[in-house]
């Protein structure tokens, strides 16, 4: 009987249920190619950044120059390489490498841009095939570690590797040279030239210097074959020296601070006094009087040199070009270690940023980073999960699924609500055959599942139409897509989001959701209807048949 009430030959009111039956699966198969290809877009773009990106990142926090728990300094290039050997034996670490990550500025033949730059390891294998396999031009493995004066090109052997996102905007090629000027020269010309023409050291504190100068010749004494001044006296000298040192000084002046902070050191002490040699105080003084006198422009002629080695920029040849998109754009600038050391700060050093580990299953980063990684990080280092690093970014493909979710269920819901009109208007104009019904000894119940049963079928038949086409389109999304592009319309362009077709996932358990969801919200608008005609009075319904 349900089914005769469908049969869309009748009357008006069952073609309505008919555009009812096309609403919910419209509707369902919107929302499973949505969330289809959102659950692509955030498969690729997890497979790209993992691609480009370290798995668990531990970078340095202290500089490197801080002693260890036995007061010893070790060189930057020991501490990372042992830390660097130490996480590689974790079981679950397929690898480590140096990071070095820093902002350059990229001259490209008069124009000038800001740009993230990164160091890759060209020694590493596995780095090297990682960046292998993303290359769309040029050789982006090829001299990357080696290194001299002139290359084939005649002119300079440094080589990097830029982005494909860099190339296309700035319309860069393989071979086209950049000009890098380092962001450690920003940071240490700004002091160069505020120092230019600025007076000495002395003018400008000459008070301060005087006082300490003063104070040291009080408590400053002599005995025994030795001289001799209180620990404490000490301390607060060489916390003036330190403070001083604090201020835009030229090279010369920091130096000479050095030199006398040097000669407050002392090997013969004890609880209470430093003892030196007699004539220590004197040679401070001499110091002292020559930071008095110093030549300030001789001083700054020397930092004129070094202002002009530190403004000449590095040319780096564009050996290959990597693929990015818009979602995982990448660095910009990939260069070997040594260069990237170098333009960083920490070429004369061995630092490094941090080290980069690469896991066995990316995806457990966080329980690796809790469960092995954490045990041995010293202190002064930081690990951090690409989850953790790219939260952002992925937390926004999350809500933009969401609200696409959201804005496209109001498809089901207005074909639910299309159902619930249509069966209190069946309901209505089948009054008297419910009257008939109920008379031969039908129960509520009865009539009750003979109207809900319409909202089942419509419901059940719906959500699996939904599917068959929603498989049906995300099957041949490449065929629509070109055929979209045939006519001029092109809503997901290949320029802006790197690539041919959208990615799709088809998640079983989406779709099984989705099918339940639209099969239950056309039940229940049936069911209500049908509850209320089930218990209307027999024989006022029959008093007009």
């Known amino acids: 009987m349900a089914l005769r009430y469908l049969n869309p030959l009748r009357t008006h009111v069952s073609v309505i249920t008919l555009i009812s039956l096309i609403g919910v699966s419209l509707g369902v198969m919107v929302l499973v190619v949505v969330m289809s290809v959102m659950d692509g877009f955030e498969k690729m ?3 790209r950044v993992l691609g480009e990106s370290p798995h668990i990142t531990i970078m340095r926090t202290q500089p ?35 990071l070095v ?11 000038v841009v800001p740009v993230v730059m990164r160091g890759i390891d060209t020694e590493d294998p596995q780095t090297m095939k990682d960046l ?10 090829i001299g990357m570690g080696f290194v001299a004066d002139q290359d084939s090109f005649g002119g300079t052997s440094e080589v990097g590797v830029i982005s494909s996102i860099f190339a296309e905007e700035n319309r860069l090629g393989v071979g086209d040279i950049l000009e890098v000027i380092s962001n450690r020269n920003i940071k240490q010309l700004k002091p160069l030239l505020e120092r230019k023409g600025a007076p000495s050291a002395y003018e400008q504190f000459q008070g301060r210097i005087d006082g300490a100068e003063n104070r040291l010749g009080e408590v400053w004494t002599e005995g025994g074959g030795k001289e001799q001044i209180l620990y404490d006296e000490v301390l607060g000298f060489r916390e003036f020296l330190t403070q001083l040192g604090y201020e835009n000084l030229r090279s010369g002046e920091r130096d000479l601070l050095t030199s006398i902070e040097q000669l407050t050191k002392s090997s013969d002490f004890d609880d209470d006094y430093n003892y030196y040699p007699v004539g220590r105080l004197d040679e401070i003084r001499g110091v002292l009087k020559e930071l008095k006198e110093v030549d300030v422009d001789a001083l700054d002629r020397e930092e004129e040199l070094q202002l002009n080695e530190l403004a000449l920029p590095k040319e780096v040849r ?19 270690l040594h260069l990237a050391q170098e333009l960083a700060g920490v070429g004369t050093t061995g630092g490094v940023n941090g080290v980069a580990l690469r896991l066995k299953d990316p995806y457990l980063a966080a329980s690796v980073l809790e469960g092995e990684v954490q045990a041995i990080v010293p202190e002064g280092w930081k690990p951090v999960t690409w989850m953790q690093e790219y939260q952002q970014q992925f937390a926004l493909i999350s809500m933009q699924k969401i609200m696409m979710t959201l804005a496209l269920s109001f498809i089901v819901l207005i074909a639910v609500f299309s159902i619930g009109a249509v069966m209190f208007t069946v309901t209505i104009q089948k009054k008297r055959e419910i009257g008939v019904m109920k008379a031969l000894g039908a129960t509520p119940q009865q009539v009750t599942q003979v109207f809900a049963l319409q909202g ?10 939904g599917v068959g086409l929603s498989l049906l389109v995300l099957y041949n999304l490449e065929w629509i897509q070109g055929s979209l592009r045939s006519v001029g319309f092109d809503p997901f ?3 802006f989001y790197g690539i041919d077709v959208l990615p799709h996932t088809i998640n079983p358990l989406e779709i099984t959701v989705v099918c339940v969801l639209a099969f239950i919200l056309c039940s229940v608008a049936a069911y209500a209807p049908a509850w209320v005609a089930a218990r209307a009075d027999a024989a006022r319904s029959l008093r007009n048949l």
């Open 45 to 47: 773009v997890k497979e």
């Open 64 to 98: 490197w120059d801080m002693p260890n728990a036995a007061g010893e300094v070790i060189s930057a290039e020991e501490q990372w390489r042992a830390l660097e050997e130490e996480v590689e034996g974790l079981p679950s670490v397929d690898g480590a490498y140096p």
């Open 101 to 111: 990550r820093d902002f350059v500025i990229v001259d490209m033949y008069g124009s």
């Open 132 to 141: 292998k396999a993303l290359e769309v031009a040029g050789d982006v493995g």
């Open 318 to 336: 564009i050996s290959g070009i990597y693929r990015a998109d818009r979602f995982a754009p990448g660095p910009p600038l990939l260069v070997p």
């Open 456 to 465: 089942v079928i419509v419901g059940c038949i719906g959500a699996l139409i």
């Open 493 to 495: 362009s290949k320029s």
